[in-house]
T-cell receptor
Framework: AQSVTQLGSHVSVSEGALVLLRCNYS??????LFWYVQYPNQGLQLLLK??????LVKGINGFEAEFKKSETSFHLTKPSAHMSDAAEYFC???????????FGKGTRLHILP | DAEITQSPRHKITETGRQVTLACHQT?????MFWYRQDLGHGLRLIHY???????NKGEVSDGYSVSRSNTEDLPLTLESAASSQTSVYFC?????????????FGPGTRLLVL
């Protein structure tokens, strides 16, 4: 069965500092991997996704993630945090077998001035 | 622009009452999903549909039902609301049939069961 583990339910970084949100997955077949962001009182929106091809994926708002099969990881990074990045971030996995997505429990990102 | 809407946005009800949450999408997507979001659990799948007249149970389907009579709508019914069903509910849709497709989410319905 697929699963996703996000390390750290809360992460705090200073404005301008590197953002690193960790995600590890478990899947018996090649995965599709996603990062979604949820701003307060809103639904989720896609930041980026990996399906096939290049393992470094660039998304919106300056975020990127790298698929590392050997480490079963898909960590999300951004070189310089902005106050507007404060939100909850969800890592998710699916695969070829169906269209369902399994979500991690989420990481709330706090940006310190 | 295409969108996915949910109504009501906020609902307070009493235990034992039947409640229906509406979801409407104008993406013309075949796939539609209902999730609930709770602290410490992330998003959990309640029911999903791959097309008209198709419905399937998700991870936490007990006490919930859905029906799909057209492409645009997937209403979620709580047959007899329980306090454990107090949550934020999200509807989502995606284009079928390729896996790896992006899911588009509605704004959510916050439900309080007293």
């Amino acid at each position: 069965a697929q699963s996703v583990t996000q390390l750290g339910s809360h992460v705090s970084v200073s404005e301008g500092a590197l953002v690193l949100l960790r995600c590890n997955y478990s899947s018996s077949v090649p995965p599709y991997l996603f990062w979604y962001v949820q701003y307060p009182n809103q639904g989720l929106q896609l930041l980026l996704k990996y399906t096939t091809g290049a393992t470094l994926v660039k998304g919106i708002n300056g975020f990127e993630a790298e698929f590392k099969k050997s480490e079963t990881s898909f960590h999300l990074t951004k070189p310089s945090a902005h106050m507007s990045d404060a939100a909850e971030y969800f890592c998710a996995v699916s695969d070829l077998r169906d269209d369902k997505i399994i979500f991690g429990k989420g990481t709330r990102l706090h940006i310190l001035p | 622009d295409a969108e996915i809407t949910q109504s009501p946005r906020h609902k307070i009800t009493e235990t034992g009452r039947q409640v229906t949450l509406a979801c409407h999408q104008t993406w013309n997507h075949n796939n539609m999903f209902w999730y609930r979001q709770d602290l410490g659990h992330g998003l959990r799948l309640i029911h999903y549909s791959y097309g008209v007249q198709d419905t399937n149970k998700g991870e936490v389907s007990d006490g919930y039902s859905v029906s799909r009579s057209n492409t645009e709508d997937l209403p979620l019914t709580l047959e007899s609301a329980a306090s454990s069903q107090t949550s934020v509910y999200f509807c989502a849709s995606s284009e079928s049939p390729m896996s790896g497709e992006t899911q588009y989410f509605g704004p959510g319905t916050r439900l309080l069961v007293l």
